[in-house]
């Protein structure tokens, strides 16, 4: 009889006897770095596809980078001497009407001029004056800073 006493007092079962378990104090970051590496890789092949348009060898210069939080209208000249407004080819008495468009008529959005360095000098600014003449006054030279 006095095992018995002592069986339901003291044993596993018993309501004195229970153990708490010991919270877990370690965190498992393999999940957490297997989604960064995706991320990762992700970004460095993107990364390449997200440069503007035409692909133009730019002329170098150590002038500043300018900040502006529009988005600005890219008029490029390759090295063929052809024009694109963005990324459509255009003729050079067509700029105005396109630019126009594509701006909505407002002559305050800046207008970035891509050339190709091998380019004459007089096909850029020929380009420069019939975007000036349209009545843009924010025009702006794209140049690479020399490394």
């Known amino acids: 009889m006095g095992a018995s006493l002592n069986q339901s007092f003291g044993g596993r079962g018993g309501r004195y006897g229970r153990r708490r378990r010991a919270a877990m104090s370690e965190i498992n970051v393999t999940p957490f770095v297997d989604v960064m590496l995706v ?19 730019l002329p170098q210069s150590q002038a500043g980078a300018l900040t502006d939080p529009e988005e600005p209208v890219v008029v490029t000249v390759n090295a063929d001497g052809q024009i694109f407004v ?12 396109l630019l126009q ?3 909505q008529n407002n002559p305050d959005i800046r207008i970035f001029v891509r050339g190709d360095r091998g380019l004459p000098y007089g096909d850029v600014m020929a380009v420069m004056g019939v975007i000036n003449t349209a009545g843009f006054r924010r025009v702006a030279l794209v140049t690479e800073t020399p490394n």
């Open 39 to 57: 991320l990762l890789i992700v970004f460095m092949v993107s990364a390449p596809l997200l440069t503007v348009g035409v692909p133009v060898e």
């Open 101 to 103: 468009a594509v701006t």
């Open 86 to 97: 963005q990324e459509t080819a255009v003729a050079l008495e067509r700029i105005t009407p």
